[in-house]
């Protein structure tokens, strides 16, 4: 049975934006660092963003100042705001807990005109 499952993906133009969806159904995971992946076509899986329990963040270079990830304690629920999205962000993306090594399904996100 999946502990997280993201949401949100879809196709969007050069320059557009989306926002995805971690639910994760283990309430441990509200005191867990949550992270975002992707992995492109023919490219290994890159980490994308990480959110600690009290909110702190960091974000892999290529998405800085255009990604935001945050995250609701109380609905369970870890997000990645997405703008001024680029060809070169088409990828699946994942939700990752690191300490028990949970993924989710992913969710595809394709940008393209």
């Known amino acids: 049975q999946e502990q997280l499952v993201e949401s949100g993906g879809g196709l969007v133009q050069p320059g557009g934006s989306l926002r995805l969806s971690c639910q994760y159904f283990?309430?441990?995971?509200?005191?867990?660092?949550i992270a975002w992946y992707r992995q492109a076509p023919g490219k290994q899986r890159e980490l994308v963003a990480t959110?600690?329990?009290?909110?702190?963040?960091n974000y892999t270079d290529s998405v800085k100042g255009r990604f935001t990830i945050s995250r609701e304690n109380w609905a369970n629920a870890v997000y990645l705001q997405m703008n001024s999205l680029q060809p070169e962000d088409t990828a699946v993306y994942y939700c990752?807990?690191?300490?028990?090594?949970?993924w989710g399904p992913g969710t595809q996100v394709t940008v393209s005109s």
């Open positions: 959110i600690t329990s009290t909110g702190t963040t």
């Open positions: 283990r309430t441990v995971f509200r005191i867990y660092t």
């Open positions: 990752f807990e690191p300490l028990t090594q949970e």
